[in-house]
């Protein structure tokens, strides 16, 4: 697989990464918390610390950083997830969907220290947690169908001025 095809793929997956996120974080807080932002805003833990509490409502910095810091980790996702398809010369498919959001789920809450852990569940609640990696396990699978895996000639980027 050449890199521009493998940008490529790793741009695409953590557009639906990303989406799938933000939209089923969003719909969990609104019902368990009231507020959509109230989780996204929680995510800021990571750059603030857990000393500082994150408004319930919408907050431009707040915000902003959640969703900042989300989507770079679904970027990292992205990144780890193409690269283990292109080395395993796997074609993604639901199984590989489901492998990766529970890798995700298990580096997330188990690996890293508390500082570093997405920071929803201060907000949200397990089974609400399980519905944002069941919304990343589709994410992936459905990567899978926009992936290219070399069928087709490499793709031409042209960047205009």
Excluded: C
């Amino acid at each position: 697989m050449t890199w521009k095809r493998f940008l490529l793929n790793t741009l695409k997956t953590s557009v639906l990464l990303t989406a799938a996120s933000v939209a089923s974080v969003m719909v969990a807080s609104q019902r368990e918390t009231g507020s959509p932002w109230s989780a996204v805003n929680s995510i800021t833990h990571v750059v603030d610390g857990d000393e500082i509490s994150q408004p319930d409502e919408y907050s431009p910095r707040a915000t902003s950083i959640g969703l900042a810091v989300n989507t770079t980790a679904m970027i990292s996702w992205a990144v780890l997830h193409e690269a283990a398809l292109s080395m395993t010369k796997t074609r993604g498919n639901t199984a590989t969907g489901v492998a990766a959001s529970a890798f995700a789920y298990f580096i997330d809450y188990v690996v890293v220290p508390k500082r570093l852990t997405p920071g929803i569940e201060k907000k949200l609640s397990g089974r609400a947690i399980f519905s944002v990696y069941v919304a990343l396990a589709a994410a992936f699978a459905a990567a899978a169908e926009w992936r290219d895996n070399g069928d087709t000639p490499d793709p031409e980027i042209a960047i205009h001025a």
